[in-house]
């Protein structure tokens, strides 16, 4: 007898994070409690491009509106809005943070805990709660 494989419905995205280069989302399942959320690899995700405005999309910092920078040498940091996720590779850490005018850029771990205590707080009071990113 074979088993058919379940597609279950996402309701939307609760939020992103990239690890080891690969994004994976946070998913609030329809008709399923918010304590069975799960992460998933963006492959695994079939026919949610109506989610995907969701979480700012998760692009590569080379590519177009996402920059690496050194942000305590060039970022007002009165401009970031919101920090979107959290990278973390062997011993760095880096936050992509979405400034007022739409752009993007990676901020450092120790620059965001130097400039952006209130915005890091929030980040992870979301993560912890589980709460959508509002747009």
């Not at 069975?36 to 910092?61: G, M, Q």
């Not at 509106?65 to 011993?91: K, W």
């Amino acid at each position: 007898m074979e088993e058919e494989e379940v597609l279950y419905e996402p309701e939307y995205i609760v939020d992103m994070k990239v690890t080891s280069g690969r994004c994976f989302y946070l998913i609030k399942w329809k008709d399923f409690p918010m304590s069975d959320c799960t992460w998933e690899p963006t492959e695994n995700l079939i026919n949610c491009e109506e989610h995907a405005n969701d979480v700012a999309f998760c692009k590569e910092p080379s590519k177009e509106g996402t920059s690496d920078i050194n942000a305590s040498e060039r970022l007002d940091f009165s401009t970031v809005a919101t920090l979107v996720c959290r990278e973390q590779h062997m011993y760095t850490i880096r936050f992509k943070a979405k400034l007022d005018d739409g752009s993007s850029v990676w901020i450092s771990d120790k620059d965001a805990h130097m400039h952006l205590k209130d915005r890091l707080i929030e980040f992870y009071e979301r993560i912890l709660n589980l709460k959508p990113l509002e747009t």
